[in-house]
T-cell receptor, first 115, second 113 residues
Framework: NAGVTQTPKFQVLKTGQSMTLQCAQDMNHEYMSWYRQDPGMGLRLIHY???????DQGEVPNGYNVSRSTTEDFPLRLLSAAPSQTSVYFC??????????????FGEGSRLTVL | GQQLNQSPQSMFIQEGEDVSMNCTSS?????WLWYKQDPGEGPVLLIALYKAGELTSNGRLTAQFGITRKDSFLNISASIPSDVGIYFCAGQAGGTSYGKLTFGQGTILTVHP
């Protein structure tokens, strides 16, 4: 049962470098999203997608790009990393009940450090 | 944006004790959810609430959707060591907030055997 798979689990970048966090789900979920988790702040929505070819911004989208070319994959791109992007990133997809239920499945997270 | 205030921020309890945590919001939500996060893992859904006043149980866990739709609480009875983790409340406003959750800051629970 793979569920939501994120890679890499850990990454260290220098300021200004670019990278892509990968997210794949095998549950045929239409809805996928990216959150970042920072101490004392809970999880905050970065970008989300309601289906292939459709993406939209969440609460904290600046500095991040996304695309959704297939139902399964939803990569998150950092074009020019900044220390403020040091965080743990979680990808999530909706349950069969649909995103209206809020019942999201989360990946294990990707811990990013920007020096 | 919407804000959720979750309290307490942390709890240290003895095994067997009951635990209570709550969330309040400045705005209305159509759905309240409670998630648990184990170390090094992503959050996992514990309980989902869809109607104001709804009281729902899942084993030793009980959660309620406040009548005003601006608050929710989670109770854990007879805590055990595996209850350790971070508990998050989350709300979904509905309508144009399709699929978008607002999370509380989290409650870190430590259970001493």
């Amino acid at each position: 049962n793979a569920g939501v798979t994120q890679t890499p689990k850990f990454q260290v970048l220098k300021t200004g470098q670019s990278m892509t966090l990968q997210c794949a789900q095998d549950m045929n979920h239409e809805y996928m999203s990216w959150y970042r988790q920072d101490p004392g702040m809970g999880l905050r929505l970065i970008h989300y997608s309601v289906g292939a070819g459709i993406t939209d911004q969440g609460e904290v989208p600046n500095g991040y790009n996304v695309s959704r070319s297939t139902t399964e994959d939803f990569p998150l791109r950092l074009l020019s990393a900044a220390p403020s992007q040091t965080s743990v990133y979680f990808c999530a997809s909706s349950s069969p009940g649909g995103p209206d239920t809020g019942e999201l499945f989360f990946g294990e997270g990707s811990r990013l450090t920007v020096l | 944006g919407q804000q959720l205030n979750q309290s307490p921020q942390s709890m240290f309890i003895q095994e067997g004790e009951d635990v209570s945590m709550n969330c309040t919001s400045s705005s209305i939500f159509n759905t309240w959810l409670w998630y648990k996060q184990d170390p090094g893992e992503g959050p996992v859904l514990l309980i989902a609430l869809y109607k104001a006043g709804e009281l729902t149980s899942n084993g030793r866990l009980t959660a309620q959707f406040g009548i005003t739709r601006k608050d929710s609480f989670l109770n854990i009875s007879a805590s055990i060591p595996s209850d350790v983790g971070i508990y998050f409340c989350a709300g979904q406003a509905g309508g144009t907030s399709y699929g978008k959750l607002t999370f509380g800051q989290g409650t870190i629970l430590t259970v001493h055997p």
